[in-house]
């Protein structure tokens, strides 16, 4: 029996060479005769970029795939991400002024024996308590004063907070070509013009203009929203999340900084606007910043002056335009194909999730991967588990916009019960009389922990009404005593970590220097 196991991903980008390089390592085919993997990729095509942001679960990837932390950060202009901080969500900005803020950081809360700190934060008074993120984690203090999450004697993907990274997408492309390439992926440049389906309807082959008929046993679709496989060929059906998420469009583009050594935030700025949200990253050498809005409730010209007001005079390129609709294919996987990255779906870049469901249908594939038999195995729990991690996601990012109080049609509309999942209005129900354990939760690979949603709920004013049961919760000095620890540790932590544009120069010049670690 012939074991031959070609996979032939097409499309390149931040989702292909994502692909290519884990596949390539974790299914080892250097060392494997009957695996083959080929990038084709069409040197037309550019990379959407839209999120230049991502999740902690990366610095596991990269450190999987032997990527040096030091030459990544250089390399892709990147900086340290601890979190978000979420600017005017709750409320419009007052005509005194006043603007709502909140911060969801990446740190775990902590806890006293493995018991939750919420309960006795939500038995403070409201008027005197510090926000949640700041009372239960040092990172939000850390943050806030431009600190970095770790220090240059710290080595690769290590520190003592949780971390992401901002960097540029089309860099980070071409870092992760790089490294699939040393990894044994072979890398073809042509233009895909045809997909030709065999009589079961699965794909027989496809056709590239410079290279002629292409083969293999299973084909990865990584062409973006033009979903040239998955959606065009296959016909794989898509579900609109349009009645829940109501953004479908996004400007675009960079801002540069005041002066040379301005702080460089280590947290992308969510800023609400009336329809929808501006999102801020501070790279090395500039800032993404993007108008994320519904073109039901504001046109074109007017998400570009509300870009324009919040940018100032900064602007260097003109805004490019991305048109979405947030949404996935209800079956990812259909027989010897499975769509990875856009062309699987797309959710706004809000929580960081583009690279974050990559990272997921690649490990998926990895492990489930048939080194014998049919192709198409694993396709149904495949499709089960995406299924499930898009879903929960979109519920996520509900929570974000149902629980606002502005007043602008845009928001009122989100406030709408009827414009919210199911699972998520009976969560709320619950969540008044408790605050989110992890018992709400049922996915084994979930993205968000329950302590991601208490950030939300609390960083925007929900209320949990504990008082009923307070004698439960006896251990109120204790309890006291480890908020008193945070505030320390959190003043500590801001003397002794490095700031972050220090960290970045640093680290640009020299790399992470273990000599530098303190005696």
């Known amino acids: ?91 419009a900005p007052t005509e005194n002024g006043e603007r709502h803020q909140y911060f969801h950081p990446f740190e775990a809360p902590f806890s006293t024996d493995g018991a939750s700190l919420a309960p006795y934060w939500l038995l403070q008074n409201e008027a005197t308590r510090a ?41 980070l492309a071409q870092v992760l070509a790089e490294r699939a390439r040393e990894l044994g992926v072979r890398h073809l440049q042509g233009r895909l013009t045809q997909v030709e389906l065999d009589a079961t309807g699965a794909i027989d082959h496809v056709v590239c203009a410079e290279h002629g008929r292409l083969e293999a046993e299973l084909y990865i679709d990584c062409t973006g929203f033009h979903a040239e496989l998955i959606g065009k060929a296959l016909k794989a059906p898509f579900k609109s999340a349009r009645p829940i998420l109501f953004a479908d469009r996004a400007l675009a583009c960079k801002a540069s900084y005041d002066r040379p050594d301005a702080p460089i935030q280590s947290f992308t700025i969510a800023t609400a606007h009336e329809a929808g949200w501006i999102w801020d990253i501070g790279l090395k050498d500039a800032r993404g910043v993007g108008c994320v809005y519904s073109s039901d409730h504001v046109d074109d010209d007017r998400a570009l002056a509300i870009l324009g007001d919040y940018v100032g005079r900064d602007v260097e390129i003109a805004p490019r335009a991305l048109s979405f609709e947030a949404g996935y294919r209800t079956r990812q996987w259909v027989k010897n194909c499975v769509a990875v990255g856009l062309s699987a779906g797309f959710l706004e870049p809000l929580e960081s999730t583009g690279v974050v469901l990559i990272e997921a249908a690649v490990a998926i594939i990895a492990e489930l991967f048939p080194h014998n ?106 309890a006291e005593k480890l908020f008193a620890k945070i505030r320390n540790f959190g003043e500590r932590a801001t003397h002794d970590l490095p700031s972050h544009r220090d960290l970045i120069a640093q680290i640009n010049r020299f790399g992470f220097d273990r000599s530098l670690e303190p005696a």
């Open 1 to 91: 029996m012939d074991r031959r196991r070609r996979i032939l991903i097409v499309g390149g980008g931040a989702a292909g060479w994502l692909t290519a390089a884990y596949l390539a390592k974790s299914l080892r085919i250097a060392e494997q005769a009957h695996l083959e993997i080929t990038l084709l990729e069409s040197p037309e095509v550019g990379i959407i970029g839209v999120g230049e942001a991502t999740f902690p679960t990366i610095r596991t990837t990269l450190q999987f795939l032997g990527v040096d932390e030091a030459r990544f950060i250089r390399e892709t202009s990147a900086t340290f991400k601890q979190g978000i901080r979420f600017n005017d969500w709750a409320w």
């Open 131 to 171: 926000p949640f993120a700041e009372a239960m984690t040092i990172q939000a203090r850390v943050a806030d004063a431009q600190r970095a999450p770790k220090r240059p004697h710290e080595g690769n993907f290590s520190g003592p907070l949780n971390y992401a990274y901002h960097f540029d997408a089309a860099k």
């Open 373 to 478: 038999g049919p192709i198409s195995a694993p396709a149904l729990r495949f499709n089960e588990l995406m299924t499930a991690r898009y879903d929960n996601i979109i519920t996520f990012l509900k929570l974000h916009y149902c629980l606002s109080r502005r007043s602008e049609p845009f928001w009122r509309q989100n406030a709408d019960p009827a414009t919210m999942p199911e699972r998520l209005v009976d969560l709320l129900e619950q969540w008044r009389w408790r605050p989110p354990t992890r018992y709400d939760f049922i996915l084994d690979l979930e993205t968000f922990a329950f302590f991601n949603y208490q950030y939300i709920l609390y960083g925007m004013g929900f209320k949990t009404d504990l008082s009923p049961g307070r004698d439960e919760f006896p251990d109120v000095a204790g």
